[in-house]
């Protein structure tokens, strides 16, 4: 496939070789410094491995933070876009295109959203949480219901909306004034969750108009709202009139083995919909997409014709990337897959008796993350248990072959 590019692009998109010595010290005089300099610059990517500019080979564990979902170079993937393109490649939101439409329907079908439900698109996480955090200032019918909470330890991205939803100061303070009205809450706190709502902190200050939240946190290891939070934090907003907004950027698109977190039953065994769910991250399989799921009428109606807008999000192309990104999920029954490597991943990083191991009983995708104790979640609290060793290569991988065979290792 690459060869093929080549020879149709010529040298147009695909610079001279260079060592990753001689790309480094480009990037450093070309690229804006927010990241640092890059670890390695990476030329070539397949299933779960990539190869750096030196010709060194790496399994790829960080996966575009947590984007690549079927790896790298995926075939179906790339036929997709490339047929899309080919056929389709963008049209102004003033018009629709079959591949846009047919990924909202398929996501509010995945999502179980009631009758009513609808969808915007966007490119990525934070221009998701900007939007939702548009209709929040929307659910505010006589002017008084100004109040957003959110959580402490949470990341919702950095554009200055979503930035005001991030608790980190280190994140915030460099950019301050932020939109305001945003109230940090303790992380798992349902007394401090129910006193937000109580008639005299609502006198004092106000209705709520949302609650913003991850159903597992990202940013400060892998944390997982505790047991009944979610279904607290659900009827306290739907009594109180304010949004149940999700964000599902990084645990949504089938990364937990659900295809949102808040289907799992780990998180909430009765079941519950929210209000809103904004996707990205995983959504395209690597390529740039993301959306706004708004559960029934009164979410779908809080913006109105002209208040939001975007050139690129619903882009035809983006669609179909998603939409064969959700069809291989299906078709390999990937979600199966996530669960039992994310079992697998769970036994052997706690069998390495890491002080950060985590705990056992998390939902597939969380226990398999080695930051995730130690930062006061549930994992901080079981002692590190001793590694069952035995020599490498003696122990069949159970689980290889349940990798989709273009991602097994050793290829
Ligand atoms: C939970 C969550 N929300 C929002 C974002 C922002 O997404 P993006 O980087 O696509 O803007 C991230 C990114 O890490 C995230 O983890």
């Known amino acids: 496939m690459s060869e093929l590019l080549a020879a149709s692009t010529g040298d147009l998109t695909h610079p001279e070789p260079g060592s990753v ?16 300099p890059p670890q390695r610059v990476l030329v070539r990517g397949e299933g779960a491995y990539v190869w750096d500019a030196d010709g060194n080979r790496y399994l790829d564990l960080l996966g575009g933070i947590a984007v690549n979902c079927l790896g790298h170079a995926h075939p179906t993937l790339t036929a997709a876009i490339s047929a899309q393109l080919g056929t389709l490649g963008h049209v102004s939101n003033f018009f629709g295109s079959p591949t846009q439409i047919a990924l909202a329907e398929k996501l509010l ?20 949480n900007e939007a939702a955090f548009k209709m929040a200032r929307r659910n505010n019918p006589d002017g008084t219901r100004t109040r957003i909470l959110a959580l402490e330890g949470s990341f919702h991205g950095r554009t200055m909306g979503a930035l005001a939803l991030t608790s980190k100061a280190a994140y915030r303070e460099p ?33 709520v108009a949302a609650f913003v939240l991850e159903p597992i946190q990202g940013e400060v290891g892998v944390r997982p709202q505790p ?9 306290l907003t739907a009594a109180g009139g304010a949004l ?16 949102f977190a808040y289907q799992l039953p780990e998180l909430a065994p009765e079941g519950f ?25 009164r979410a779908a109606h809080l913006l109105g014709r002209g208040q939001h807008g975007t050139t690129f999000g619903g882009n035809p192309v983006a669609a179909a990337a998603a939409l064969a990104t959700i069809g291989v999920i299906e078709r390999d029954d990937l979600l ?37 104790a130690g930062r006061g979640g549930r994992g901080a609290a079981r002692a590190p248990r001793r590694a069952d060793r035995q020599p490498r290569g003696t ?17």
Request: proline fraction near 8%; glycine fraction near 12%.
């Open 21 to 36: 010595a001689e790309w480094t010290d480009r990037y450093t005089h070309a690229v804006m410094d927010t990241f640092g």
């Open 244 to 259: 149940l907004i999700l964000d599902e950027v990084q645990t949504g698109s089938g990364r937990t083995g659900a295809w």
């Open 109 to 128: 079908g995945l999502a179980g959203a009631p009758a009513g439900s609808r969808v915007f698109f966007t490119n990525s996480g934070t221009e998701a």
């Open 273 to 297: 919909l929210p209000d809103v769910v904004t996707l990205a991250k995983g959504l395209g399989g690597g390529f740039p997409v993301g959306a706004v799921l708004a559960y029934g009428d």
């Open 336 to 372: 199966a897959n996530v669960r039992g490597v994310g079992a697998y991943l769970a036994e052997r990083v706690t069998a390495l008796g890491h002080p950060w191991s985590p705990a056992s009983a998390e939902p597939a995708c969380c226990a398999a993350s080695p930051r995730r």
């Open 227 to 235: 047991a009944g939070y979610l279904a607290l934090a659900r009827e």
């Open 395 to 411: 122990r069949r991988d159970p689980r290889r072959a349940a990798l989709p065979a273009h991602a097994r290792p050793g290829r």
């Open 175 to 207: 950019f301050e004034p932020l939109p305001g009205a945003v109230e940090f809450l303790p992380f798992g706190d349902t007394e401090a969750l129910r006193a937000a709502f109580s008639p005299e902190v609502v006198r004092e200050r106000g209705e």
